[in-house]
């Protein structure tokens, strides 16, 4: 049988979000007997439908939604755009209704990352509204607990809702230690509880 992997799904324009997406692939990976597959979305256009390349130049390739219907777990991560998520990754989510009809993600484990450029400017209203689409799909949503001792000294990114990063104005700011320990234990925590709920199978892939 095929290893059963999380699913990292992002989408970042500048790479903050990239860097995360890196380092919760980095914690489901600390957990034996499961493997992260990293995947990205192309971007869209706000006048019409871009036409991408099938492969990207670099990083991670573009997400089907075969890979999405076979993950054991899912992490979502997105910039904060005007307090939501980013286009690219509601639109291939607008995509997955097939997956809604035959109910492939219920009871699978998802978590959820974002990236801003201020520190308040949105980060839990972007992790909550990212959740929605996950729990009409019967998804088991998963936070970060407060038992993460990051969460309780955090200067920069870190809430209950998910991993996050605050990224400054010119998006200059790497992730801080606690951000990137935050972000290892969301995918860690996603890890255990595909397995613990029971999600064993991964793809042909
Ligand atoms: C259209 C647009 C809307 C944005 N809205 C917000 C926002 O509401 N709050 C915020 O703090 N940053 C906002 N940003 C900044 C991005 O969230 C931030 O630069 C993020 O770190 C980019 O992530 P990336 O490097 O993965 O692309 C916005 C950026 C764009 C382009």
């Given at each position: 049988?095929?290893?059963?992997?999380?699913?990292?799904?992002?989408?970042?324009?500048?790479?903050a979000t990239a860097a995360m997406a890196s380092q919760v692939a980095r914690?489901?990976?600390?957990?034996?007997?499961?493997?992260?597959?990293?995947?990205?979305?192309?971007?869209?256009?706000?006048?019409?439908?871009?036409?991408e390349d099938t492969i990207p130049a670099d990083g991670p390739l573009y997400?089907?939604?075969?890979?999405?219907?076979?993950?054991?777990?899912?992490?979502?991560?997105?910039?904060?755009?005007?307090?939501?998520?980013?286009?690219?990754?509601?639109?291939?989510?607008?995509?997955?209704?097939?997956?809604?009809?035959?109910?492939?993600?219920?009871?699978?484990?998802?978590?959820?990352?974002?990236?801003?450029?201020?520190?308040?400017?949105?980060?839990?209203?972007?992790?909550?509204?990212?959740?929605?689409p996950l729990l009409h799909h019967g998804m088991v949503v998963a936070g970060?607990?407060?038992?993460?001792?990051?969460?309780?000294?955090?200067?920069?990114?870190?809430?209950?809702?998910?991993?996050?990063?605050?990224?400054?104005?010119?998006?200059?700011?790497?992730?801080?230690?606690?951000?990137?320990?935050?972000?290892?234990?969301?995918?860690?925590?996603?890890?255990?509880?595909?397995?613990?709920?029971?999600?064993?199978?991964?793809?042909?892939?």
């Amino acid at each position: 049988m095929a290893e059963p992997y999380i699913l990292v799904l992002y989408y970042s324009r500048h790479g903050a979000t990239a860097a995360m997406a890196s380092q919760v692939a980095r914690g489901v990976e600390t957990i034996a007997g499961i493997g992260a597959r990293l995947r990205t979305v192309p971007a869209i256009s706000a006048t019409c439908e871009a036409v991408e390349d099938t492969i990207p130049a670099d990083g991670p390739l573009y997400c089907e939604l075969d890979e999405l219907a076979a993950c054991a777990g899912l992490v979502l991560g997105s910039p904060t755009r005007f307090g939501n998520m980013a286009a690219p990754l509601k639109y291939f989510l607008d995509q997955s209704s097939g997956l809604w009809l035959s109910g492939a993600l219920i009871d699978k484990p998802a978590a959820v990352f974002t990236s801003t450029s201020s520190l308040h400017g949105g980060q839990e209203s972007t992790l909550l509204s990212m959740l929605l689409p996950l729990l009409h799909h019967g998804m088991v949503v998963a936070g970060l607990p407060y038992s993460e001792p990051g969460l309780m000294t955090a200067t920069a990114g870190g809430t209950p809702y998910g991993a996050s990063h605050w990224a400054g104005p010119d998006n200059q700011k790497r992730l801080d230690p606690q951000e990137a320990a935050l972000c290892r234990a969301l995918g860690a925590r996603v890890g255990r509880l595909a397995l613990s709920l029971g999600q064993h199978s991964g793809d042909a892939s």
